[in-house]
């Protein structure tokens, strides 16, 4: 009779060479690579949030710096515009004297105007003063200028009546500024002075 091996076994089959390739295939671990995945996203996520802060930090010390800069560049600037105001005051007051200086050359140039006339108004002018006009109508003089103080227009006034060459020094006009004081006064010049007058009509016997 003849016997058939119906299980694939003996030694001529290729089933048992079959599963013993199988046994012999690696396995995958699951557990082992999620829990490399694990490991690999904990460290992206700490490099992410250790850029991050370090970008917040850079960013607030970035922000604080300009800041500083800025409050800086407007000190320079409210300084550079202090001298500004500084510098264009000195130019009106500059402006302002040579305007005076004008006034007193041209009357010098003016044969008209004695001598003696302008030498009494500048040895009356006192300091922080200055003339702006002067005008003459034969012996009556209108002044017109500006003082820094109401103490310079006063000594003006005070020197002007107690010169003996003037005489009926009156205010016309005064206006205290914030900075300054504009002020307009006449007075009559006396060139050979008060003592030197000629007697009143009732005192000429005596």
């Known amino acids: 009779m003849i016997k058939v091996n119906l299980l694939g ?29 694990n490991i690999i996203l904990v460290v992206i996520l700490t490099l992410a949030f250790g850029f991050t802060g370090w970008r917040y930090y850079s960013l607030n010390a970035t922000t604080k710096k300009l800041e500083q800069d800025l409050e ?18 000195l130019k009106k007051k500059k402006a302002e004297f040579q305007n005076q200086i004008d006034i007193i050359t041209s009357l010098k140039n003016n044969q008209q105007v004695p001598v003696r006339l302008l030498d ?11 003339l702006v006009s002067m005008q003459e109508k034969g012996n009556y003089l ?12 006063a000594n003006f006034y005070n020197n002007l009546n107690a010169s003996p060459y003037f005489k009926e020094v009156g205010k016309i006009s005064y206006v205290a500024n914030r900075d300054d004081v504009t002020f307009s006064l006449s007075a009559r010049f006396m060139p050979t002075g008060k003592n030197n007058l000629p ?7 005596h």
């Open 142 to 153: 209108t002044f017109s200028g500006k003082a820094t103080t109401p103490n310079a227009y």
């Open 9 to 37: 076994g003996g030694s001529g089959g290729g089933g048992g060479a079959k599963r013993e390739q199988a046994r012999r295939m690696p396995s995958i671990d699951l557990e082992a690579f999620a829990a490399s995945q």
């Open 120 to 130: 009494e108004v500048s040895r009356n002018l006192p300091d922080f003063l200055w």
């Open 199 to 205: 007697p009143a009509e009732g005192q000429q016997g």
């Open 72 to 89: 800086v560049a407007r000190e320079q600037l409210e300084k550079v515009k202090k001298d500004r105001e500084a510098i264009e005051v």
